[in-house]
C-alpha cells in the first residue's frame, strides 16, 4: 500500500461564534460589544462593533415605551386582542426592520467575507450567532 491510500481526509466545518446578552442594564434586549478573538483576522473590529451597536439601537427602539405603544395596547384589550388580527404591533414592526438590516449586512458585509449573521430572534433574542464558513481551499 502506498503511504496515502487508506488516509481519511476530515473537512472542517463553520465555526460558530456567539455574542452573549448584555445584563448590566437590567433584562432589556441589548448585546455585548466587546469585540470576540475568534473574528481576528475575518471581520474588522469597526465592522463588529458598528453591527452590534446598530442592533442594540434598534431593539432599544422597539422595547421604548411611547404614546403609541401604550394606545396600541389599551385598545388591543378593549377589543379582546383581536386588534392584532388586524394590525402590525410597533414591535413587531421594529423585529421586521432588524431583520431587514442584518440581511442587508450579511449581502453587503458579511458574505462575501464567509460570515454569515444568525437573527437573534431565531436563537430566542439570547446570543447574536456569526458563522464563519472556512476559506475554500483551507481543509
Known amino acids: 500500500m ?5 488516509a481519511v481526509q476530515i473537512e472542517q466545518g463553520p465555526r460558530k461564534v456567539f455574542v452573549q ?3 448590566t442594564h437590567g433584562t432589556e434586549c441589548k448585546f455585548e ?4 478573538t475568534q473574528l481576528e483576522g475575518v471581520i474588522a ?14 431593539f432599544a427602539t422597539a422595547e421604548e415605551l411611547s404614546c403609541p405603544t ?13 386588534l392584532y388580527f388586524c394590525i402590525d404591533t410597533k414591535y ?7 431583520s431587514v438590516f442584518i440581511q442587508r449586512q450579511n449581502d453587503e458585509i458579511y458574505h462575501p467575507r464567509g460570515v454569515h449573521i ?13 458563522v464563519v464558513y ?6
Open 70 to 82: 401604550y394606545t396600541e395596547s389599551c385598545l388591543s384589550c378593549m377589543t379582546g386582542y383581536l
Open 134 to 139: 472556512p476559506a475554500k481551499g483551507s481543509a
Open 2 to 6: 502506498a503511504g496515502n491510500e487508506g
Open 33 to 36: 460589544t466587546a469585540y470576540p
Open 21 to 23: 446578552r448584555d445584563y
Open 45 to 58: 473590529k469597526e465592522t463588529f462593533t458598528d453591527t452590534v451597536h446598530k442592533v442594540n439601537e434598534l
Open 92 to 98: 413587531n414592526k421594529e423585529m421586521k426592520q432588524i
Open 118 to 130: 444568525v437573527e437573534p430572534m431565531l436563537r430566542g433574542l439570547r446570543c447574536i450567532e456569526f
